[in-house]
């Protein structure tokens, strides 16, 4: 309960772009009293990032913290801006989450095990086609959807209340089956909110849905030649909100202020590929870089590469995803990584392997930063962090539990088989992992300790948007209806 109380009190942006690091100090774990000598640098929904002096950055989670430790973390709160953080009352403000985790491991809320007439706490109709994953700010859940030819982004309440609908501009439908014209998620900083469009539309709106500035990426810069339908979800780190394409034309990062839409900065990101492996739906992670700086994380076109988000310089990259003897293989790249502590994890060939990538360096980072590599990954789910283990969901329900640290399989198991595959990707929640099929049929397991089945929960409505947990409830948006599900009715 002490880590969700202070939670509730922590008054940062979910960026921490205004907190500088300070001065190293002792971290104490609570039940060991083993120590640690190192400097904050951001405070997460549920953890906390600490840097040594050799300059390595590792992740605390609250939970095993002292109370000297907690305390601590309020008086730097106190310090900071009063504004809300999008972690009040267990937000979800980006296509991950909050940690970018794909889960929740600072909540101590419970959730379903399964899903009856019991558990709903509400459900109600969604207008027009859109398969985006919802987010969730203080009391608003907010989704984008392409109705009557136009794009539209709406917000509910908690209780299921439609609160508003704001046009942005005419909408392209999606070409694939399980696709829309709105794919990629909506993200917030707790002060706007951004969205973006198969259309080529990238919008900035309030929270009364006031549309506060808009440009069309098409008419800008040219046609999205993908083989599907974009999938790239916004990303807003500081006062910048940042559009990746990654195609098979000249691809880009552009980022726009975020308060007037005036552009920054944008930089060439091609990497001539063919066979559609330059096409990429993996949405840009955050994390920051050994200065404490923000850096901007981009995963595509068998290149990963790290950007300065204040003004898209180039850090470092990273290539040797697609050897040359494979390279006919039409390796794009669906599913977002994943970052763990320094770490990040990269599923790459198309739902065949893993790679482990160290954050830091400069330059040619191809040999020197991959720390492993591994058979195994989703092709379209993309991966969850949770307690320390990255937990991988395949096309056709088989999960992997993997060791980030050395990319050993932890355990192996998996759901049972049907007609449908996975395209959404897993949530953890309340150590159960959440998982969709494409057919409706919503699969709990319990993973404390192992691998369970808990349930097999039949929607009846095709699901490609991932499940999100906030505060106790469980949102699943299905093909027509968005659903609420709660142990607390």
């Known amino acids: 309960m002490r880590a969700k109380a202070l939670i509730a009190t922590l008054s940062l942006t979910l960026l921490a772009g205004n907190l500088s690091p300070l001065g190293a100090r002792t971290w104490t774990e609570a039940n060991s009293g083993r120590t640690l000598e190192a400097e904050l640098v951001q405070i997460n929904a549920d953890s906390v990032l600490v840097r040594r002096a050799d300059g390595k950055t590792l992740t605390l989670p609250f939970n095993i913290l002292s109370e000297e430790d907690l305390t601590f973390i309020k008086e730097q709160d106190a310090t900071t801006s009063s504004a809300p953080s999008p972690v009040d009352s267990g937000g979800w403000p980006r296509w991950r989450g909050p940690t970018d985790h794909g ?41 984008t959807a392409v109705d009557d030819e136009e794009d539209i982004v709406l917000a509910y309440s908690l209780d299921g209340e439609l609160l508003w609908s704001t046009d942005i501009g005419d909408g392209r439908e999606g070409r694939h089956k399980n696709a829309s014209g709105s794919n990629p998620s909506p993200s917030t900083d707790g002060e706007i909110i951004a969205v973006s469009f198969k259309s080529g539309n990238l919008a900035v709106v309030d929270f ?42 000249e691809s880009y990062v552009a980022a726009f202020d975020k308060n007037s839409g005036a552009l920054k900065w944008k930089i060439d990101r091609t990497y001539p590929d063919f066979n559609e492996s330059d096409n990429s739906y993996a949405t ?45 293989r039409n390796w794009c790249a669906i599913a977002t990584p994943v970052i763990i502590d320094d770490l990040a994890v990269i599923p790459f060939g198309r739902g065949k392997h893993l790679a482990g990538m160290k954050l830091h360096g400069e330059g040619d980072v191809t040999e020197s930063n991959r720390t492993w590599t591994r058979d195994g990954s989703g092709e379209v789910p993309s991966l969850s962090a949770y307690d320390g283990k990255i937990y991988v969901l395949k096309n056709r329900g088989e999960v992997i539990c993997v060791d980030p640290s050395d990319g050993e399989t932890v355990w192996n198991d998996a759901f049972p088989r049907g007609s449908g595959s996975f395209f959404a990707s897993p949530l953890v929640a309340d150590g159960k992992l959440y998982a969709a099929r494409e057919d409706g049929t919503v699969f709990i397991a ?25 505060d106790g409830r469980l949102l699943i948006r299905g093909e027509n209806h968005l659903y609420a599900f709660s142990t607390e009715n």
Request: hydrophobic share 40%; no cysteine; glycine share 8%.
């Open 284 to 328: 840009p992670l955050v994390f920051k870089n050994t200065d404490g700086a923000d850096a901007l994380l981009i995963w595509g076109a068998n290149h990963l590469t790290a950007y300065n988000a204040a003004d898209g310089e180039l850090l470092w990259s990273a290539a040797d995803f697609n050897p040359d003897e494979e390279r006919n």
């Open 208 to 249: 009364e849905g006031k549309r506060l500035w808009d440009v069309n990426l098409i008419d800008k810069y040219g046609d999205i030649k993908m083989n599907w339908d974009f999938g790239t979800s916004p990303v807003i780190v500081g006062d910048l909100v940042v559009a990746a394409v990654m195609h098979a034309g």
């Open 446 to 470: 319990d993973i404390k300790n192992d691998f369970e089945v808990l349930s097999e929960n039949p929607l009846e409505e095709k699901i490609i948007a991932s499940p999100v947990a906030v």
């Open 103 to 143: 889960s929740t491991s600072g909540d101590d809320h419970q959730y379903p095990e399964s899903l009856t007439e019991d558990d709903v706490a509400w459900k109600i109709e969604t207008p027009g086609h859109g398969v985006s994953t919802p987010i969730v700010y203080h009391d608003q859940i907010i989704l």
